[in-house]
């Protein structure tokens, strides 16, 4: 069964710098999305992106965070300096048409110095 | 405003019970999906289930749109059944994002 993947699955990195998670969605998927979860708590919505360009975004979303569809294949999120309150679990996933089922990838647990 | 809310927010069970999670929410939705959180963090998809009922091995659940809940159904509960359960919906004309709740935290004792 196709599956969405992330990498890495774990990062940790200096208050400040740059990081860039990475997606593959499902191959013929054309909706995008990145959420993300602080430990213990609920997970929220940050993007959705279609047709190369962001379709929504939430205030967290700030000037701070992009996504690119760098190729036919993978999905990224930029977070440019971050900061310590960016440690989470961030969540891609992939669905083949608005309103149907989101497949979620294993995420990438980002903590932040 | 826009709200999903999870009951019980946490349940202990022993292994070979019974168990009902409910999900309700505020307004009209496209799209609402359980999903089962492992200890690892992985969030796997239960069900997608805007109305209606579905049956997965000792899994079922039922979304009654026009009265905004939705029911999950653990059956035989096992020790692997433990971790989060969210619910997380897909309101109308909010923008095909998901909208998570608070999530049910399952613990199922031998």
């Known amino acids: 069964e196709p599956e969405v993947t992330q990498t890495p699955s774990h990062q940790v990195t200096q208050m400040g710098q740059e990081v860039i998670l990475r997606c593959v969605p499902i191959s013929n998927h054309l909706y995008f999305y990145w959420y993300r979860q602080i430990l213990g708590q609920k997970v929220e919505f940050l993007v959705s992106?279609?047709?190369?360009?962001?379709?929504?975004k939430s205030e967290i979303f700030d000037d701070q965070f992009s996504v690119e569809r760098p190729d036919g294949s993978n999905f990224t999120l930029k977070i440019r300096s971050t900061k310590l309150e960016d440690s989470a679990m961030y969540f891609c996933?992939?669905?083949?048409?608005?309103?149907?089922?989101?497949?979620f990838g294993p995420g990438t647990r980002l903590l932040v110095l | 405003g826009i709200q999903v809310e999870q009951s019980p927010p946490d349940l202990i069970l022993q292994e070979g019970a019974n168990s009902t999670l409910r999900c309700n929410f505020s307004d009209s939705v496209n799209n609402l999906q359980w999903f089962h959180q492992n200890p690892w963090g992985q969030l796997i998809n239960l069900f997608y289930i805007p109305s209606g009922t579905k049956q997965n091995g000792r899994l079922s659940a039922t979304t009654v749109a026009t009265e905004r809940y939705s029911l999950l159904y653990i059956s035989s509960s096992q020790t692997t059944d433990s971790g989060v359960y969210f619910c997380?919906?897909?309101?109308?004309?909010?923008?095909?994002?998901?909208?998570f709740g608070t999530g049910t935290q399952l613990k199922v004792e031998l």
């Open positions: 996933a992939s669905s083949i048409r608005t309103e149907e089922t989101q497949y």
């Open positions: 997380a919906v897909d309101f109308t004309g909010g923008g095909n994002k998901l909208t």
């Open positions: 992106f279609y047709n190369n360009e962001i379709s929504e």
